[in-house]
């Protein structure tokens, strides 16, 4: 019931964020790249924080925000490093070939990169198979 309940949050979620899995690039809203949160912060102290407006930084197009100088500064020397994987959108979603918004409070940092899910929910799910997961994300974004 979960999965069928999640495929159709998924497939209204497409329609309301208008992107498909080709051109997907930064999940973005109005608060900024992943909600306006610092990705530094998954790294740095283990969880989620939001970024100030005042500390920013324009990356593939997108703003991000960072609660401190030195958190944006770590940012800068390597993107790649503390940027989500798949662009910021839901690492079940793209599993399942979908780009997919997220909740920055539904994450997980595996083998030094972060992934983010659509919900907590949604997260249980993916935690139950990260690895496998992981891999058809993987193929599915590289498409």
């Not at 497939?11 to 498909?20: K, R």
């Not at 949160?37 to 991000?64: A, C, H, M, N, R």
């Amino acid at each position: 019931m979960k999965k069928i309940i999640f495929s159709i949050v998924m497939l209204i979620s497409l329609g309301l964020n208008a992107q498909t899995p080709k051109d997907a690039k930064i999940y973005t809203n109005k608060e900024g790249a992943i909600k306006g949160y610092d990705p530094v912060s998954y790294f740095t102290v283990s969880k989620p924080e939001k970024g100030q407006k005042t500390i920013s930084y324009l990356w593939e197009g997108s703003t991000w925000y960072f609660v401190s100088e030195s958190n944006k500064k770590l940012f800068i020397a390597n993107p790649m490093k503390y940027a989500p994987q798949y662009g910021g959108y839901c690492a079940y979603g793209w599993a399942k070939g979908y780009a997919v918004k997220i909740e920055p409070d539904a994450w997980a940092v595996v083998d030094g990169k972060l992934y983010l899910n659509y919900n907590k929910s949604v997260q249980k799910d993916w935690d139950k198979d990260r690895a496998g997961y992981i891999k058809k994300a993987d193929i599915n974004y590289s498409k």
